[in-house]
């Protein structure tokens, strides 16, 4: 081992350390594990079911919460991303404070991970435009080529008829074919998480490459109230669903503690669960199970199909002071982690083209650049 790793080793970088004695993908080490950190959330105490909310003509006057992420004491931030959060016709007043608060739990995060945020449909403000326009204007706003993500919650109910999935606004819906065409353009990393029942169908419609959709059934016919949206905002905020110990929370990391949660919830009340959650970011639109992303074995063939790499990159900082990444940053560490990525999937598949008195060789020639540059961020980033 070359004197510059051995000095590199001593930095603590506790992810790169696990990966070369793993060779696990550096994005996605302790993953297939269960945290010993779930535990068991309180309930909500709600009736389960999801209303079809939409109509022709909006119930109340729509409105936009525009609130940056930027901090009055510092102008001059750099913005990691755009985050839009819908918040959906609750139908029943019973769910109106239950969607404020998923939606705050947002709200509160982006202004600690500086993404630019924008929040529709949680006020009654006077406007001439329904929900569904301001969604759809809302993107058109954006930069459609960036490295930095953008973030979509949906947060709400949902229904599935006739074929069509839909996300329930007040006033007219929106369909997961209309988020497909309004999503065409964007060539930058998109985060879609559709939190409502009856919402696995908009996995189909919106992955793509690129792409991290999650959401909180697996298909179109689990209609009763979801409680998915709790638990992956909660995970999200939370420094404790870092298992990778690299001070933000992927959202794989998320996915696999919300649904445990989720799991949990169910067990506890002794119920059938009628939720469960998928994600999708290999762009096939098939989506993934927590439970198969826990599995500690694996065939190279499930591997290459598994979602999760993207989602394991993809992060949110739930505390501040968080690595500030530039953006030619972020495309050298994609790039050496698709170098892992890799160079472990060439290992599994043929393991005697890389034996052991070479592997440490193979691994050193990627490793030791990725664990300057994440020494780099850190030098440059706030104590």
């Given at each position: ?30 993953l ?19 209303q ?11 409105d ?13 931030q750099?913005?990691r ?6 918040v959906?016709?609750?139908?029943d007043?019973?769910?109106?404070p ?24 949680s ?20 930069e ?17 008829a ?13 369909s997961a ?43 179109g ?12 905002g ?21 996915f ?8 949990l ?6 119920r ?12 096939d ?7 198969d ?42 790039e050496?982690?698709?170098?892992l ?18 592997w440490?060789d ?5 490793l ?15 104590p």
């Open positions: 081992m070359s004197n510059r790793l051995k000095m590199l080793r001593r930095k603590c970088w506790p992810k790169l350390c696990v990966a070369t004695a793993l060779c696990l993908p550096v994005s996605t080490v302790a297939g594990q269960e945290p010993d950190t779930l535990q068991e959330s309180g309930s909500v105490q709600t009736s389960d079911s999801g079809d909310t939409s109509s022709n003509e909006p119930a109340t006057k729509p936009v919460v525009s609130e940056s992420a930027r901090t009055d004491s510092d102008e001059t750099v913005m991303g755009d985050l839009i959060v819908v959906g016709a609750a139908g007043p019973t769910y109106e239950i969607f404020r608060e998923w939606s705050d739990t947002w709200m509160e995060l982006a202004k600690t991970a500086k993404l630019n945020a924008i929040r529709i449909g006020e009654s403000l006077e406007s001439e435009q329904t929900d569904q326009q301001l969604l759809e204007q809302a993107l058109q706003g954006l459609t080529d960036s490295p930095r993500p953008l973030w979509i919650s949906l947060i709400g109910h949902g229904t599935f006739r074929n069509v999935a839909k996300f329930n606004l007040r006033g007219p819906d929106v074919d209309q988020m497909k065409d309004w999503l065409a353009g964007f060539q930058r990393p998109v985060v879609v998480v559709n939190n409502a029942s009856s919402s696995g169908p908009f996995i189909n419609a919106l992955s793509a490459p690129n792409r991290v959709i999650v959401t909180a059934t697996k298909s016919n689990e209609q009763n109230f979801a409680r998915f949206g709790q638990y992956f909660e995970a999200l905020a939370a420094i404790d669903s870092d298992l990778d110990h690299d001070d933000a929370v992927s959202i794989r990391e998320a696999v503690r919300a649904s445990k949660d989720v799991e919830f169910y067990e506890a009340e002794d059938i669960a009628t939720e469960h959650a998928l994600m999708d970011d290999n762009g639109g098939l989506g993934t199970k927590a439970d992303l826990r599995k500690k074995v694996l065939t190279p063939e499930q591997l290459a199909k598994l979602d999760g790499k993207q989602a394991g990159r993809m992060t949110i900082a739930p505390v501040a002071n968080s690595l500030d990444w530039t953006d030619d940053q972020l495309k050298r560490r994609d050496l982690e698709d170098q990525d890799a160079l472990r999937m060439q290992r599994l598949s043929d393991p005697a083209a890389f034996p052991d008195n070479q440490a193979h691994l050193e020639k990627i030791v650049p990725l664990a300057e540059l994440y020494h780099e961020v850190e030098s440059n980033s706030p």
